[in-house]
């Protein structure tokens, strides 16, 4: 309960500090397959008690290396909240998958999995505050009830939207895109180097 309530303080703040511009949201290259990774490492422990299979999945041409524009801190947050929520709302035995799709001008990250999925007339209400699908299950699976409020602003914060496509017993896929940085240092004959720790 203490911890909780500590998630829920801390939610409650974070949430606070970006509906009124707060958080000093400095956009930087990123290799996000690395964030990708570290989401996924962070995920390992919750995943095997639910026996849960983490999937990555990146285009084939590409091997370490995807550089995007971004917050590195609350992007790591944005795939940390989702791929929990892909576990929480998993079935057992199943998969959760982080997938990269290169489109050009820009990347689509999407966070899947195959678990209870969402009825339609709930789609519209997940990014709210507190809104629960299931009560019963929300509670049994933990969480501040924020994770999807705070994903959905820091998304914005970056000029982007985040979608979810999701039907009863089929699963749910939240997807979002960001500026591909390769792609537009290649356009404008660029040649920068981007920080080494992202």
């Known amino acids: ?3 909780r309530m500590t998630e829920l303080i801390e939610d409650l ?4 500090k970006l509906e009124s511009d707060r958080i000093e ?25 639910r026996k849960i299979t983490l999937k990555l999945e990146l285009p084939g041409a590409i091997e370490n290396a995807t550089h995007v524009l971004c917050s590195p801190n609350q992007m ?3 795939l940390t909240n ?11 035995n199943g998969t959760s998958t982080l997938k990269l799709e290169d489109n050009g001008r820009d990347v689509t ?3 899947a999995d195959d678990g209870i999925g969402i009825d339609k007339d709930d789609l519209d209400r ?12 929300s509670r049994h699976a933990g969480g501040s009830g924020l994770g999807l409020s705070i994903v959905k602003h820091i998304i914005e914060s970056h000029g982007q939207e985040i979608t979810v496509a999701s039907a009863p017993g089929q699963g749910t896929t939240f997807s979002w895109n960001l500026v591909n940085f390769d792609w537009e240092a290649e356009k404008s004959n660029l040649t920068v180097t981007p920080p080494s720790q992202q």
Do not use: W
């Open 126 to 137: 997940i990014f709210e505050r507190f809104y629960r699908v299931d009560k019963s299950r």
């Open 76 to 78: 790591q947050q944005v």
């Open 25 to 49: 949201m400095t956009l930087v290259p990123c290799n996000i397959i690395n964030l990708m990774r570290e989401a996924l490492e962070n995920a390992e422990i919750a995943a095997k008690k």
């Open 13 to 16: 703040d974070a949430i606070s």
């Open 1 to 3: 309960n203490v911890d």
């Open 109 to 111: 990250l999407s966070v």
């Open 82 to 92: 989702l791929v929990t929520n892909s576990i929480h709302y998993g079935k057992e």
